[in-house]
Each structure stands twice: as C-alpha cells, then as structure tokens.
C-alpha cells in the first residue's frame, strides 16, 4: 500500500483547511484509514481514522472540529479541518491499518495556525 498526501498549509486561528490521502497498491487490504500528527517535541498522536465499514474515530482534541471522510471506492481519505487552532500546528501523516495489522505510513505535510 502506497499512501500520497496533500493539501495543508498555513491558515489563521479560526479558520479552516483540509488534507487528503490517495491509496494506491494493495488498497482492497486496507482496514482502517486515517491521519495521525506530530507537533515538534512531542509524540506522534491520533487524529482521526475510519474503517472500511464506515466507522470513524476522533480524538478528542479534534471532535467537533474535524470530520474525516472516504470517497466510495475508498481509495482516497479526507480531513476537513475546521476552526483551527495554533495547537493544531504540525505535521499530519496518512496512515493505513491492513488486517494483519500493518501499518502503512504516507510522507507528512505541514499544518501551520497562526495566532
């Protein structure tokens, strides 16, 4: 499995960005779908994930905030990031689960919220 992100950027506090991530490769393995980001300094955290049943996943900080979705063939994931906040400053990374489960990662691209 091969993952392509793009979109991100720099934006204002408040206002809003989204990022995708093209599968390519084995994608008919893919369990779970998602984005996971690392601020400087810090760990790499959740974000958001859904499963090929349709099951989404947020973590908490983001909830209300970001929806992640697929298109029908899911083969491309989307986070819409709303209200955004210099916390949500980072790094975003695609990631795949397959059912073994494997993790598949995708090159990360920036996320800048000013103040």
């Known amino acids: 499995v091969q993952l392509q992100a793009s979109g991100g950027g720099l934006v204002q506090a408040g206002g809003s960005l989204s990022v995708s991530c093209a599968a390519s490769g084995s994608t008919f393995s893919i369990n779970v779908i998602g984005w996971y980001r690392q601020a400087p300094g810090k760990r790499r955290e959740l974000v958001a994930t859904?499963?090929?049943?349709?099951?989404?996943n947020y973590a908490d900080s983001v909830k209300g905030r970001f929806t992640i979705s697929r298109d029908n063939a899911g083969n491309t994931v989307y986070l819409q990031m709303n209200s955004l906040k210099p916390e949500d400053t980072a790094i975003y990374y695609c990631n795949a689960k397959d059912w073994t489960p494997k993790n598949y990662w995708g090159q990360g691209t920036q996320v800048t919220v000013s103040s």
């Open positions: 859904i499963s090929s049943g349709g099951r989404t």
